[in-house]
């Protein structure tokens, strides 16, 4: 069954980074277009970026030039490097296939930006 395990997340002030990894299961960063997607308190889970198996990426408006997505598929591992980090980058992430099929999610990973 494929797992994903988000790590990376903590607490940084505005202006910061954090990076973050998805560690997936089965190839799936081989065989998918990978995405990160976030939920901040009380809202519905969004998508942010996704790469795509030729590593073809994209960005929704508010995280663009600012965050980066990558992969390292012989670790079948997905990465969101966040630079200049604002609150309302405050959210869990969680990394899943897109578009999204039968995977389940993963526990996510908190990120908190604060002063």
């Known amino acids: 069954q494929v797992q994903f395990e988000e790590s990376g997340g903590g607490l940084v002030q505005p202006g910061g980074s954090l990076r973050l990894s998805c560690s997936a299961s089965g190839s799936i960063p081989s065989l998918y277009t990978m995405a990160w997607y976030r939920q901040g308190a009380g809202t519905q889970r969004d998508w942010v970026a996704n790469i795509t198996i030729d590593e073809r990426t994209t960005y929704a408006d508010s995280v663009r030039d600012r965050f980066t997505i990558s992969k390292d598929v012989p670790r079948d591992t997905v990465y969101l490097e966040m630079t200049d980090l604002k609150p309302e980058d405050t959210a869990v992430y969680y990394c899943?296939?897109?578009?999204?099929?039968?995977?389940?999610w993963g526990q996510g990973t908190q990120v908190t930006v604060s002063s």
């Open positions: 899943n296939t897109d578009p999204l099929v039968t995977f389940n």
